[in-house]
């Protein structure tokens, strides 16, 4: 390995060894090396007395002079023993060993080695003690790399989880990035995540890695029982019924399985293969079960998500169909005014007429009060004329929407003392749909300013641009709470007018202002003209 290739603090402490000691590691290695088994001995009964794990003194014991002594004496490099502490540091730090327990057991090994040096080079004891000391700060050098190594690389697996977290657009791909960065934590060669069906008859194959097409295992008596505790299995134990791919028996040495669960029941679960033998140590085991929950609750947030995402746009359907059912109700009740209720009035009004003219001039009394009906018959017969007009604009489906707009603006000038400005770009064609939502949000602006807004000035302009219908209405009234518009219970206008937008997924944006030089109202709506 070139120097280029290691962290820092690696080069620094191979360059102390390399540079300002060689001779002397060199000559302490071929003093010791007939003696290190023997210390190693000693030092290992001393950690069992001191009650530490066997996989604990396994690694401690490949850290101290004497490892390093056994290096050098077969004519390998200082930066291979330092390597050497770096590997074995970290699966310290994954076996949760606090650095001041390493401490300890090195100065236990000080202790026995200290009696050695004297009796085989007494006359150089001194210089020894400085080569161990120099030794030693090489070693806690790489041990304090070691342990940041694996913390940064535990932070860095959960940022990377909150990040798939984040960014997944759905279930499917939420579990599949979650399996294949867990893959990467822990160096798998391969990968696999489970989840139980609702009848909890079968799992199923939600993300694997490398990628396998979905597949359903049957759920057998007993095996969730035997999946909802985390099990490293090797050798024999794969055999136990705890994989839930057959194929793994035969392609990998040893596998990890760690189950999703929560409040006592298991939901899935996730399972590594390894081509070699690899036991995991408890820091690794505690890295998985917290992603694993992590992994559980991001999913059950996801398909709640998913389910709410599915019924809001159930909600948005439907209300779409009852706008569409409205304006079929508008144009069933206009047309049956127009057959029926017109006719019937125009007859009423024509037959009126004929019996007045009819009439002797001795009956001036009753021409008069004939004359009086046949009034009040035109003037309900204009009535509905506008009625039917409002329910549904013929105006609007013959001459196009510029028209109809027009059409209204003239009606609620005739209704209250206030200019209007129409401002009309050009549009092109733009949807059936769109047209009609417009016009009705335009006469909605119309209701509530000639109900509310007490203006006097009304600024309409329409166009179209980037594939949008731009409306913007603007008048000079008394203005509004805006938020507290939205929240009335009992006041929908507002609120349905947003949500004619949403339905055609536009914008729709509210300016108000109560005091001030420019207080009125601005509203601002884009809708999309793509057909």
């Known amino acids: 390995m070139q120097s280029a290739q290691l962290s820092p603090e690696l080069a620094d402490a191979a360059d102390v060894l390399s540079d300002q000691l060689r001779v002397h590691l060199h000559r302490l290695a071929v003093a010791l090396a007939p003696h290190t088994d023997h210390?190693?001995?000693?030092?290992?009964?001393?950690?069992?007395?001191?009650?530490?794990?066997?996989?604990?003194?396994?690694?401690?014991?490949?850290?101290?002079?004497?490892?390093?002594?056994?290096?050098?004496?077969?004519?390998?490099?200082?930066l291979q023993f330092i390597e050497q502490v770096e590997y074995n540091g970290r699966r310290l730090a994954k076996m949760n060993l606090p650095p001041s327990a390493i401490l300890v057991a090195l100065q236990e090994y000080d202790r026995l080695l200290a009696p050695t040096l004297e009796s085989l080079m007494p006359d150089e004891h001194a210089n020894f003690q400085w080569v161990r000391e120099q030794l030693h700060f090489c070693v806690i050098l790489t041990l304090n790399n070691a342990y940041y190594q694996v913390r940064e690389a535990e932070t860095q697996a959960f940022y990377e989880l909150f990040r798939i977290e984040l960014e997944s657009r759905n279930l499917e791909e939420l579990l599949r990035r979650f399996l294949e960065s867990l893959v990467h934590v822990c160096k798998a060669d391969a990968g696999r995540l489970y989840m139980l069906n609702e009848d909890g008859s079968e799992w199923v194959l939600k993300a694997g890695a490398p990628i396998r097409a979905d597949v359903s295992i049957a759920n057998r008596?007993?095996?969730?029982r035997k999946l909802s505790k985390p099990r490293y299995m090797n050798g024999d134990s794969r055999q136990s019924g705890g994989l839930l791919d057959e194929?793994?028996?035969?392609?990998?040495?040893?596998?990890?399985?760690?189950?999703?669960?929560?409040?006592?029941?298991?939901?899935?679960?996730?399972?590594?293969?390894?081509?070699?033998?690899?036991e995991w140590l408890p820091r690794e085991q505690d890295l998985l079960a917290a992603a694993a929950e992590r992994c559980l609750m991001a999913a059950e947030k996801a398909r709640?998500?998913?389910?709410?995402?599915?019924?809001?746009?159930?909600?948005?359907?439907?209300?779409?169909?009852?706008?569409?059912?409205?304006?079929?109700?508008?144009?069933?009740?206009?047309?049956?005014?127009?057959?029926e209720a017109g006719q019937s009035l125009l007859c009423i009004r024509l037959q009126m007429e004929l019996i007045e003219q009819a009439l002797p001039e001795?009956?001036?009394?009753?021409?008069?009060?004939?004359?009086?009906?046949?009034d009040l018959t035109e003037r309900t017969i204009l009535e509905m004329r506008r009625l039917i007009s409002a329910l549904s604009p013929a105006v609007l489906e013959q001459l196009g929407l510029g028209a109809a707009l027009r059409q209204l603006i003239n009606r609620f000038q005739r209704l209250h003392s206030c200019r209007v400005?129409?401002?009309?770009?050009?549009?092109?064609?733009?949807?059936?749909?769109?047209?009609?939502?417009?016009?009705?949000?335009?006469?909605?602006?119309?209701?509530?300013?000639?109900?509310?807004?007490a203006a006097t000035h009304v600024n309409i302009s329409l166009a179209s641009a980037d594939g949008f219908l731009k409306l913007c209405v603007e008048?000079?009234?008394?203005?509004?709470?805006?938020?507290?518009?939205?929240?009335?219970?009992?006041?929908?206008?507002?609120?349905?007018?947003?949500?004619?937008?949403?339905?055609?997924?536009?914008?729709?944006?509210?300016?108000?202002?109560?005091?001030?030089?420019?207080?009125g109202t601005k509203i601002s709506i884009e809708l999309p003209i793509a057909k």
């Open 475 to 519: 008048d000079n009234g008394v203005g509004f709470n805006v938020e507290e518009a939205f929240q009335k219970r009992e006041s929908f206008g507002m609120s349905g007018m947003r949500e004619r937008v949403a339905l055609l997924g536009g914008k729709f944006h509210v300016e108000s202002r109560t005091e001030g030089p420019k207080r």
């Open 221 to 224: 008596p007993g095996l969730v």
């Open 39 to 78: 210390i190693d001995r000693k030092f290992l009964d001393r950690l069992r007395q001191l009650e530490f794990e066997p996989k604990q003194r396994t690694a401690l014991a490949q850290i101290t002079p004497g490892a390093a002594a056994r290096i050098l004496a077969r004519g390998k490099t200082p």
């Open 304 to 339: 709640l998500m998913e389910d709410l995402a599915q019924r809001e746009a159930q909600v948005r359907r439907l209300a779409e169909h009852m706008l569409h059912v409205e304006e079929m109700e508008r144009r069933r009740i206009s047309r049956e005014l127009h057959d």
């Open 247 to 278: 194929q793994w028996h035969s392609l990998y040495q040893s596998c990890w399985s760690i189950p999703l669960a929560s409040d006592g029941r298991t939901a899935g679960v996730m399972q590594f293969g390894f081509a070699k033998t690899y």
């Open 421 to 453: 400005k129409l401002q009309l770009a050009k549009m092109g064609s733009p949807p059936q749909q769109t047209e009609v939502i417009t016009y009705r949000l335009v006469q909605e602006c119309f209701n509530n300013i000639g109900k509310h807004a």
């Open 362 to 374: 001795s009956e001036q009394e009753t021409r008069g009060k004939l004359g009086e009906a046949r």
